[in-house]
């Protein structure tokens, strides 16, 4: 793992493009790959522009709240409550805190490929305008997440309700970013085989995971989760991926992003923050290879029509299919298209029609008969797909 100063990432004078887009010469630049498994200490925008444009897979950012403190906080007892009171979490008003958040988010954007996300964490203090901002720069916001925390701090003066959640928006870099990763069937396996929801009930950072400094006191005043991370992680990016951190203060995500073999790049201006980072992601012990591959998806698997299910002969024209209990039955034609009376359409449209419904999975629907039993015409389109990979390797 690297560390590098500020400024120790920048191209080569050779290929050095300019900001019109008009290059010192006539030869295209050459690409020049993000640095992986590296903390860069710096200004996160500088840092982020000299970061060559559409190099990382995915962005999680924590960036400062804003909070607005008036003075120390209490508790009952008096003692006072180590609260974020830093430097890095003050701004002049909110002008400047917008004008600070549009600046690293452009900049973010810059550096994330065609299809890569962005998870930013943040409180009521300020998500809602980073929400806004993101919308404004063309971000496309795919979901808001609720971090429900199983152990909150509570509200010492007792005028509000206890701040028991965190809010992370995750958006894709645009509209058009269709092919973003989201590993819904590895997320789904984990949890029972029901879809994941977009409220997450964990436990603060505490106990042995909290990273202290030689006084035994926090490292860091945010330090996240590391479960937290994982999951972010899991969802959004695959083995292999580079996922960048703006933020990076105790190094969450590249101890996380290690152990799951993805690359990071950390972005921190303090240089005691970004030791102690280093030094924790030091000791992390990378996990099995086999265990974070990452599940194929249905909509990863080669495209296989019906018409090829019946060119194949693995369902004949003229052949029956029919319903798992034999409510409803349609004849094959050659094209690959069945009829049902006098509707002829696809295996899909069929289906939705005999049952009087909207849409219909035809795969799953329809069955033909072999050796006594029913089986699913998906059986066979699994069969060419096995097929089509085995002919690829």
């Known amino acids: 793992m690297r560390m590098l100063r500020a400024g120790a990432l920048r191209l080569p004078a050779q290929i050095q493009v300019l900001r019109t887009g008009v290059g010192e010469t006539k030869r295209p630049a050459a690409i020049v790959p993000a640095p992986r498994d590296a903390i860069l200490i710096g200004d996160c925008v500088a840092e ?6 559409a190099s990382v897979d995915l962005v999680f950012a924590d960036p400062p709240y804003n909070l607005q403190l008036e003075g120390a906080l209490a508790r009952p007892d008096q003692s006072l409550v180590d609260a974020v009171d830093d430097d890095w ?19 973010a954007r810059r550096a994330m490929k065609p299809n890569a996300t962005i998870v930013v964490i943040g409180s009521y203090h300020n998500i809602f305008r980073v929400g806004a901002i993101l919308q404004d720069l063309g971000f496309w916001i795919l979901n808001d997440i609720v971090w429900r925390k199983a152990n909150p701090m509570p509200n010492f003066r007792g005028r509000r309700f206890t701040n028991a959640h965190e809010t992370m928006i995750w958006a894709a870099r645009s509209a058009e970013a269709k ?12 949890n029972e085989d029901v879809q994941v929801r ?36 899991v969802a959004a990016t695959n083995a292999g991926d580079v996922v960048l951190d703006p933020f990076f203060g105790s190094g969450t995500t590249g101890a996380v992003a290690r152990r799951l073999r993805r690359s990071f790049i950390g972005i921190e201006r303090d240089p005691t923050y970004a030791a102690a980072a280093q030094k924790r992601i030091e000791a992390v012990e990378p996990i099995a290879e086999d265990a974070v591959v990452t599940a194929p998806t249905r909509r990863s698997e080669p495209r296989v029509a019906f018409a090829s299910v019946v060119e194949a002969g693995l369902v ?25 009376g006098p509707a002829v359409g696809s295996i899909h449209k069929i289906g939705a029609l005999v049952q009087g ?10 069955h033909v008969e072999r050796a006594g039993r029913l089986t699913p015409i998906d059986d066979f389109r699994a069969n060419m797909r096995a097929m089509i990979r085995a002919a690829a390797e």
């Open 179 to 190: 092919a973003y990763t989201f590993n819904y069937q590895t997320l789904k396996a984990g």
């Open 89 to 107: 979490d003050k701004f002049a008003d909110f002008a400047e805190y917008d004008a600070f958040t549009r600046a690293w988010l452009g900049a």
């Open 357 to 366: 419904l909207p849409a219909c999975n035809g795969w799953t629907f329809w």
């Open 316 to 340: 004949e024209p003229g052949e029956q299919v029919v319903d798992a209990r034999r409510r409803h039955a349609a004849l094959v034609r050659p094209d690959g298209a069945i009829k049902a």
């Open 198 to 233: 977009s409220d997450w009930f964990l436990p603060i950072c505490s106990g042995a995971e909290r990273l202290k400094d030689d006084k035994g006191r926090k490292m860091h005043p945010t330090q996240k989760p590391d479960a937290l991370l994982a999951r972010v992680l």
């Open 48 to 53: 982020m522009d000299a970061l060559p444009a």
